[in-house]
């Protein structure tokens, strides 16, 4: 049995480490099962001012790099190296002309005024004062521009993100636990917390809607995935093989509601938050 280990509190930590290492070995796999979003976040919107976007939390740089297809220059910011390191290569592979800067979205001094459009995937979550930090964003942006993100609904909406976790805790009295009230995957579950992160911060014209986006993966990468994402790689390592090899055994047969022949089916649902500055 491994040590009581715990979720990283500080979140350059983690995305430096476990979770960095994690997505960027899963880059391929986590993009085609978020695909579905890439429109539906770099879509052009009524009344867009046209002028530079910026990607928040872009990670490997799925989403900067398809907005960076059209006109717009295209900005990711990141805090987690290996992350950015993946998302600029990829840009030098596509020869697409986009940049990354490895800076704390909260805290990075933009010039301000200087954007037109923000957006992001999932990576607004983990701000350590999320008003501070959506502030910090609105400075960033000329009056008019539009900030649209995509964050998770609850835990019990998304049984799929839970399930690797839910069937390896009888195993794994160790296992660490999330902190609903600190950042991460569902710190933007409460809509009306959502709501007054923005309006505090100064947003206008704030929109919080509910979608249910289908999403796919391969079954042959599902162990890649629980093992790579999610709280069980933060154990996995310390556990002896024996355990090891019970506890994937274990969570693989758990998934077997969303197997579809070949492909792992999920919904995941979200909010769709749009905001004006
Ligand atoms: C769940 S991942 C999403 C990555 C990417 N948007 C995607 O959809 O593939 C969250 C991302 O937010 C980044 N992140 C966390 N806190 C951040 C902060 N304060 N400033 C900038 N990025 C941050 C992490 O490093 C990570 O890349």
Not at 20 to 33: F, H, I, P, R, S
């Amino acid at each position: 049995m491994g040590d009581q280990v715990s979720v990283p509190a500080d979140q350059q930590q983690l995305w430096n480490g476990v979770a960095g290492k994690g997505w960027t070995e899963a880059q391929a796999v986590l993009d085609a099962m978020f695909a579905p979003f890439e429109d539906l976040l770099t879509g052009i919107l009524p009344g867009d001012p046209d002028g530079p976007l910026l990607d928040i939390g872009c990670g490997t740089g799925a989403l900067t790099l398809a907005a960076a297809r059209g006109t717009r220059r295209c900005t990711g910011i990141d805090i987690s190296e290996p992350m950015l390191a993946r998302a600029r290569e990829r840009a030098r592979e596509q020869g697409i002309a986009a940049d990354f800067i490895r800076a704390d979205a909260e805290t990075h001094r933009f010039e301000p005024g200087s954007h037109a459009r923000i957006i992001s995937r999932f990576g607004v979550m983990f701000f350590d004062d999320p008003v501070r930090a959506f502030a910090n964003l609105r400075g960033a942006c000329m009056a008019g521009a539009r900030m649209r993100f995509a964050a998770w609904r609850a835990p019990a909406a998304n049984p799929f993100m839970t399930t690797a976790e839910r069937a390896a805790a009888p195993l794994l009295p160790a296992l660490p636990k999330r902190d609903p009230d600190g950042p991460g995957q569902f710190a933007f579950a409460d809509p009306y917390k959502v709501q007054a992160i923005l309006s505090q911060s100064g947003w206008s014209s704030i929109g919080i809607a509910p979608i249910d986006i289908p999403c796919t993966l391969p079954v042959r990468e599902l162990d890649g995935y629980f093992t790579r994402l999610g709280l069980l790689p933060l154990i996995l390592p310390s556990l002896d093989a024996g355990l090891r090899a019970e506890v994937i055994e274990t969570v693989r047969a758990a998934f077997a509601p969303f197997v579809d022949g070949e492909q792992v089916r999920f919904t995941a649902a979200c909010w769709l938050v749009d905001a004006t500055a």
